[in-house]
């Protein structure tokens, strides 16, 4: 199954400074992710070497990988890799660091950051590439010709392609902002924390504190029980179904059945089960709903909204960047509604590191009347200080009606008289 032994594999990439990878996984109807294999590629003075690593082999050590993998030296090559460092981290118990992921890094390169891996080939090395084994089932052995050989061709051309958008990162001047994103897949997981998932249960906030502690109970018991027997958590309970559960908190088998979303098998295995977890979660301390992580949006926000994101489309295009590395509407939206209340700045990705840089700190000075915005001749957008007459926003008090218009107004004004 492999070309060279994994240790020998580890000693040339930590020599080489570099190496690459990629996995194969199946996902389906388990609890966890389990990975099949793991593509390495190695390119020294001794050439180009590829590495398929057949990650179900019992006994399989992967402890070289895993040094490698941590070694700040060395940099991990990978290509939409969030998937890959998550499965890696778990399976091999380790850090990974000095990642550079060949999609993040083409949204820093004028291409898109969404861009599938062979879109980047044939855009940047003109190399085109069959994708006929995607989806084929990677948990069954033997492996097929056909699967040996995608495995290898989906790292074969993985370092030219990040030594081509390297040098274009690096003439452009945003190398160090691409490798600044990167550095957020370090901590790349795919643990299912009750916490978190709890949080993100539909209309969580709308139970009131003393059943969104029963919803939490029954969360932790799906979570575990879903472990233990690897099958997707949601298929054991789903999401609906534990706020329905937790809303009602039945108490009886009778009354459980009348709980739409929680199917007659699972009443039948564990509806016993149910009962005492819902009676353990009316005993837990009650669950306040947080705060809200966004300042509440107005209808006077929507004009802003459309003209903050004419102003970030303005500068990602002329930096050549990919638009959605830097902002969503959601990140736009609380940002508005933080200026129009005169709020603390909401901790979004656009005002901070060098997205603010970019343009969060314009953004902000746009949205409080110091910047216009027109269209020039080439029909780009002209960015200019406001006249000092336009910015008087501080002598209007909170909430009054020309301090919820005036940030759109002094930043409308260069247009309207256009």
Known sequence: MTDAPLAQFAARAQAAGRFGLDTEFVGEGRYRTLLCLIQLVVSDGDGLDILVVDALENGLDLEPLASVLADPGVSVVVHAGRQDVALLRRYAQTAVSSIFDTQVAAGFAGLSAQAAYDTLLRELLGVRVQKSASYTRWDRRPLNVEQLAYAREDVLHLLEMADTLERRLDASGRLEWACEECRALETATDAREPEQLFARLPRI??????QRAIAYELVVYREQLAEQQDRPAGVVLSD??????????????????????????????????????????????????????????????????????ALVRARVLEA??????????????????????????????????WRGELVGNELLAMLRGERSLSVGPEGRLDITVAPASEVDLEDDPPGSPSAEREPATGALAQRRSS
């Open 320 to 353: 050549g960047l990919a638009y959605e590395l830097v902002a969503a509407r959601a990140d736009l939206a609380a940002i508005v509604a933080s200026v129009r209340r005169r709020a603390a700045q909401p901790e979004v990705r656009t005002l901070s590191g």
């Open 205 to 210: 906030n709308s139970l009131g504190p003393s």
């Open 240 to 309: 609906v179904a534990i706020v329905e559960l937790a809303k009602r908190a039945p108490r009886t088998p009778e009354q459980l059945e009348q709980i739409r979303g929680v199917n007659a098998g699972s009443l039948r295995r564990r509806g016993i089960d149910l009962l005492a977890v819902i009676a353990d979660g009316t005993r837990r301390p009650a669950i306040a709903v947080g705060e809200r992580n966004h300042e509440p949006g107005s209808p006077v926000d929507a004009p802003q909204i459309a003209l903050a994101e």
